[in-house]
């Protein structure tokens, strides 16, 4: 089956400008990551959903990040009013369900956002 | 709160050579510890995960590591490294009971020489 898809794979834009980033995560796959990873760094966890909810934001840089997602389908990681240090490749990932099992997450292959 | 530690952000090994790359973590709880790889221009793939079970984990490409409490350690080999073995590895760990966030080391790029 098809695995974690993420749209676009490269953004550019311009400072100030709104950009959105869409995940499809993989069919019958409840829970949903966004990570973001800038150059030389590891993996910085942003959110999660459990189906459409997100119980813990707190992994958002700032209020200019907001996400939401349509059912256990499509995410969309929007970013306002864009800032350089916005740069990186945010990724994308998805689990069979939240269990205490450390359920595999998936992960796209990212989107990588230039801010200009 | 949770923190991995990847030494070396570079590791070169000749082909067929030990390959050894080092994971230390900081957990408040019982942790899960993971092991992706990242090709270039591909997605997180995982290799391997620890989830209390066996503390010598065996994972895909000849790939294991072994979950040393004492020295809060989860370290990465493969005996004999392959030229395709060349990418980016992260560690990652989580709280235990929870596979919620995934805290991730900063990587360890391979080089495998000829």
Do not use: F, I, N, Y
């Given at each position: 089956g098809a695995g974690v898809s993420q749209s676009p794979s490269n953004k550019v834009t311009e400072k100030g400008k709104d950009v959105e980033l869409r995940c499809d995560p993989i069919s019958g796959h409840t829970a949903l990551y966004w990570y973001r990873q800038r150059l030389g760094q590891g993996l910085e966890f942003l959110i999660y959903f459990q189906g459409n909810s997100a119980?813990?934001?707190?992994?958002?840089?700032?209020?200019r990040f907001s996400a939401e997602r349509t059912g256990e389908s499509v995410s969309t990681l929007t970013i306002q009013?864009?800032?350089?240090?916005?740069?990186a490749v945010y990724l994308c990932a998805s689990s069979l369900k939240l269990s205490l099992n450390a359920d595999t997450q998936y992960f796209g292959p990212g989107t990588r956002l230039t801010v200009l | 709160a949770q923190s991995v530690t990847q030494l070396g952000s570079h590791v070169s090994v000749s082909e067929g050579a030990l390959v050894l790359l080092r994971c230390n973590y900081s957990s408040s709880v019982p942790p899960y510890l993971f092991w992706y790889v990242q090709y270039p221009n591909q997605g997180l793939q995982l290799l391997l995960k620890y989830?209390?079970?066996?503390?010598l984990v065996k994972g895909i490409n000849g790939f294991e590591a072994e979950f040393k409490k004492s020295e809060t350690s989860f370290h990465l080999t493969k005996p004999s490294a392959h030229m395709s073995d060349a990418a980016e590895y992260f560690c990652a760990v989580s709280p235990s009971g929870s596979a919620r966030q995934l805290t991730f080391g900063s990587g360890t790029q391979l080089t495998v020489l000829p």
């Open positions: 119980p813990d934001k707190s992994g958002l840089p700032s209020d009013r864009t800032q350089q240090e916005d740069s | 989830t209390s079970a066996a503390t």
